[in-house]
């Protein structure tokens, strides 16, 4: 692990913010930017775990000066995984409130201050994570908030149960977000959070790879008194995707081995046992239903991709305990 540190600013503010990197291009440094123009007084350092990437998108950050707070670079030789990423750069951290924030979003002028306002005050003492209102590149309000998954959700979300009746389904889609309430899960493209929360459950469960990690934190904290809130007030840009864009099939792997990875950690034997058979018999072919219904041929094929890629990943898991 290789760690440049840039700059530093002796007058720490409460807030370290942890971005995970992974070939974002130009994204991370519009980020970057985003916290310097709105932000610099807040914030006591920014980490950028990057995770093996291959593109420039480190090139512009290494060469940025005179910043107002400490940026740092932790260089992976491979790729971690976005959990044990977000790990490493809080264990680099030491202040009072964690921001894990993607590269793909850009921060505006409450996006900050506002969580931190309605973290401190005495009346949420139990609140330990927030989120806020995120937006499109259309300024459309992402539908980011979500229940926590049950075996029956994930199966109206196989069979598409979930597109007529939204109640039904992991996402919140149903709701608008247009008002500030406690969720059960808010998406991890912003999770703002104490510290004190983030050590007392040790941080994310680095078995999932990728996708699940921050709903087993929520639910988890969820389980030992802490409630997490969605702000309506404050917003931040989010481009949605990411850069797994790139990258659909594998995609698609890492959501249903993180999907059986949560089914198995949080759900009955009986639970488990039918997300197993859902993912593995029926959702592959509710996926090529659809693709060939629809006439795209590359959706059919990265979805059967992806499924090649699981099956090949299940022995190992099943057998020797492999997550990675």
């Given amino acids: 692990m290789n760690e440049n540190l840039i700059s530093h600013n002796t007058s ?5 913010i942890i971005i995970v990197n992974w070939n974002s291009g130009s994204l991370l440094l519009s980020c970057i930017q985003s916290i310097i123009k709105y932000h610099a007084n807040l914030v006591s350092s920014v980490i950028i775990v990057d995770n093996a990437s291959i593109d420039s998108s ?10 107002p707070f400490s940026l740092q670079v932790i260089r992976n030789q491979d790729n971690q995984g976005f959990g044990a990423a977000c790990n490493q750069g ?3 951290s030491d202040s009072d409130f964690i921001l894990f924030l993607n590269p793909d979003t850009r921060l505006f002028e409450r996006s900050l201050s506002d969580p931190l306002s309605y973290i401190q005050d005495p009346n949420n003492q139990s609140v330990g994570i927030v989120g806020i209102q995120l937006l499109d590149e259309h300024s459309i309000v992402a539908r980011s908030c979500a229940r926590f998954p049950s075996p029956f959700g994930f199966l109206a979300h196989a069979i598409g149960l979930d597109k007529i ?3 039904l389904g992991h996402f919140m889609t149903e709701w608008i977000h247009d008002s500030t309430r406690q969720v059960d899960q808010v998406i991890g493209a912003f999770f703002f959070l104490r510290r004190s929360l983030f050590e007392q459950l040790k941080g994310f469960d680095e078995r ?9 934190f929520s639910y988890r904290a969820k389980k030992v008194g802490w409630q997490t809130i969605y702000l309506a007030d404050s917003q931040a840009f989010h481009s949605g995707g990411g850069t797994t864009n790139k990258v659909k099939a594998r995609r698609l792997f890492y959501v249903l081995r993180s999907r059986l990875l949560y089914a198995d950690k949080h759900f009955s034997p009986v639970g488990f046992s039918l997300i197993f058979l859902e993912a593995l018999l029926l959702e592959p072919l509710s996926r090529s239903g ?6 795209s041929w590359p959706a059919l094929k990265e979805t059967w991709q992806g499924y090649v890629m699981l099956w090949r990943w299940l022995p190992q898991w099943l057998f020797k305990g492999v997550t990675r």
């Fill in 90 to 92: 809080a264990n680099q």
């Fill in 165 to 167: 009746f939204p109640s």
């Fill in 58 to 67: 480190l090139l512009a950050i290494d060469s940025l000066e005179c910043l």
């Fill in 12 to 16: 720490l503010p409460s807030i370290d």
């Fill in 290 to 295: 659809l693709a060939v219904a629809r006439h």
């Fill in 208 to 216: 999932f790879f990728v996708y699940y990690e921050e709903v087993d």
